[in-house]
């Protein structure tokens, strides 16, 4: 079992910022894929940003160049910096892990982008 702990959630402004956490533990592996995947109220849970253990990245064509991931190995937790945050990011956060077959969640964390 893998458990996922989120934080960095909040409220801020167009245009501002805010830096996502994910601490996993338990049953954590080497070989590992985690991301952040995020859902809208009204509509499917969709991919934000994914990296591998070897730091392959791969993101959402709506967050290029405002989003970046990256992951500390030792600490077993992966991040989320969010720039340029605009309105139509608001939404529930999801953290990912993945080990060949077996995929965990974390409970989410709200982030909401209003002036």
């Known amino acids: 079992q893998v458990q996922l702990v989120e934080s960095g959630g909040g409220l801020v402004q167009p245009g501002g910022s805010l830096r996502l956490s994910c601490a996993a533990s338990g049953s954590i592996f080497s070989i590992s894929v985690m991301g952040w995947y995020r859902q809208a109220p009204g509509k499917q849970r969709e991919l934000v940003a994914t990296?591998?253990?070897?730091?392959?990245?791969n993101y959402a064509d709506s967050v290029k160049g405002r989003f970046t991931i990256s992951r500390d190995n030792a600490k077993n937790t992966v991040y989320l910096q969010m720039n340029s945050l605009k309105p139509e990011d608001t939404a529930v956060y999801y953290c990912n892990y993945n080990h060949y077959s077996d995929s965990y969640w974390g409970q989410g964390t709200q982030v909401t982008v209003s002036s």
């Open positions: 990296i591998t253990s070897s730091n392959m990245r």
